[in-house]
């Protein structure tokens, strides 16, 4: 099993329409989950970020969270061809008890969002 | 200069080449990462600094060798590498403290093709 796993893609959405994507993980000692967006030749860049159960939202995005079904989405309402990229969904671990950490992020493998005009 | 920086942006060589990448970051942040992004693979974290102390070698082949130097700036010394190396390189930074949520700040990457 993979440790942090994205919903196959490609995924098309008209304009306008929501993009769901969907993320899964195996470590049940992971407390921060992270959504990057890459454009294509461009390096990752965080849009949202969710450390507790249920929702967070930030302007068209939302970040949903269950921990206890290991699992973490991202919703874009009014979907822009601008929003076209790879998403990437990332997962760490814990604070150590000093309170840092060595900030180990595990990635999934990206779904490819396409929003069509 | 702002965020974290890259350099080169591209960069071509031959496995007996010896190269470097750079990356500097402007965030006052005390942790920085390499990660290595192939086709079609996710991410793979290659090596972590904190306070440049490094404190994660994620397997990776000797012919990798990361230095550094102070908390700001972050080096990869590339010898003898193999084609199947040829990937985009990464460089993070973060701040890490006791409100850490481990927010990491990328570059915009390094593209590194091996002949």
């Known amino acids: 099993q993979k440790e942090v796993e994205q919903n196959s893609g490609p995924l098309s959405v008209p304009e306008g329409a929501i993009a769901s994507l969907n993320c899964t993980y195996s470590d049940r000692g992971s407390q921060s989950f992270f959504w990057y967006r890459q454009y294509s030749g461009k390096s990752p860049e965080l849009i949202m970020f969710i450390y507790s159960n249920g929702d967070k939202e930030d302007g068209r995005f939302t970040a949903q969270l269950n921990k206890a079904s290991q699992y973490v989405s991202l919703l874009i309402r009014d979907s822009q061809p601008s929003d076209s990229a790879t998403y990437l969904c990332a997962v760490a671990r814990r604070s150590n008890a000093g309170g840092t950490s060595y900030g180990k992020l595990t990635f999934g493998q990206g779904t490819i969002l396409t929003v069509h005009p | 200069e702002t965020g974290v920086t890259q350099t080169p942006r591209h960069l071509v060589m031959g496995m007996t080449n010896k190269k470097s990448l750079k990356c500097e970051q402007h965030l006052g942040h005390n942790a920085m990462y390499w990660y290595k992004q192939s086709a079609k693979k996710p991410l793979e974290l290659m090596f972590v600094?904190?306070?440049?102390?490094?404190?994660e070698n994620n397997s990776v082949p000797s012919r990798f060798s990361p230095e550094c130097p102070n908390s700001s700036h972050l080096f990869l010394h590339l010898h003898t590498l193999q084609p199947e190396d040829s990937a985009l390189y990464l460089c993070?930074?973060?701040?890490?403290?006791?409100?850490?949520?481990?927010?990491?700040?990328f570059g915009p990457g390094t593209r590194l093709t091996v002949l």
């Open positions: 993070a930074s973060r701040s890490v403290g006791l409100a850490d949520r481990n927010e990491q700040f």
């Open positions: 600094y904190n306070f440049k102390e490094q404190t």
